[in-house]
């Protein structure tokens, strides 16, 4: 979603990514409604990149999302419409929170600020029932160096804008409490928020928008 731009300025722009088994097109009618509202009002580029149904965004042999997303499409983005390079995040809830936190660890020079919502910190404990083996085959063990929890040490001198949310009610509350424990013990700055909730749209719809307001806060405050 591009914004009216008349002044053709450099916009901040947020690449959204969706959960395990969503897509563009569920975000804008059942995950996050008002974001077409949002762009305009705000005036923010929202890309909503295709996670395909279970890639879980990481570079595996069949397909090279963590490439797509921090290289291929926002290079794509930067260069065809008005998005500040300076003022570029990424945020997503569940499979997206996952893939916010791998990428956005391994790519800060790409991505200002990063927001995980319901993020799945490790998948490694229910992976086999979601589509891991078929990305990077049956060993497990080969698995925890791809879940966000192994990059952890990665934020350890970020600059970025670390925002973390998760409802009390959602089984991802307890990876999510365990990580900022984390954050906490290596000094990384960040921002941590619980909320009543569970694992649904309810939550992140919500939350999604309250993110996204501290991210074009954050960036109005580096200009």
């Not at 705000?42 to 999302?65: A, E, Q, R, T």
């Not at 065809?80 to 990424?90: P, R």
């Not at 928008?209 to 580096?222: G, S, Y």
Request: proline share 4%; net charge neutral.
């Amino acid at each position: 979603m591009h914004p009216s731009n008349e002044k053709n300025e450099k916009l901040p722009t947020v690449y959204i990514l969706h959960g395990y088994s969503g897509y563009p097109k569920r975000t804008l009618i059942q995950d996050i409604p008002s974001l077409v509202k949002l762009s305009e009002e705000m005036k923010m580029i929202f890309v909503l990149p295709d996670g395909n149904y279970d890639s879980w965004y990481i570079d595996s042999p069949h397909l090279m999302y963590e490439t797509f997303i921090a290289k291929e499409l926002t290079g794509f983005i930067q260069k065809n419409y008005s998005s500040d390079q300076s003022k570029t995040a990424l945020m997503g809830w569940s499979m997206g929170g996952h893939g916010t936190l791998y990428i956005g660890a391994r790519h800060q020079n790409v991505f200002g600020a990063i927001g995980s919502i319901c993020g799945v910190i490790d998948f490694v404990p229910f992976g086999r029932e979601y589509g891991i083996p078929k990305l990077l085959g049956e060993n497990t063990e080969k698995w925890s160096s791809y879940t966000a929890i192994s990059q952890i040490d990665k934020l350890k001198d970020s600059r970025q804008k670390i925002l973390i949310s998760c409802g009390t009610g959602d089984p991802l509350i307890t990876q999510n409490r365990k990580f900022h424990e984390q954050l906490i013990k290596l000094n990384i700055s960040h921002i941590y928020e619980e909320r009543p909730g569970g694992h649904d749209a309810n939550y992140w719809s919500k939350t999604a928008v309250t993110q996204i307001f501290q991210i074009k806060q954050f960036f109005a405050n580096h200009d």
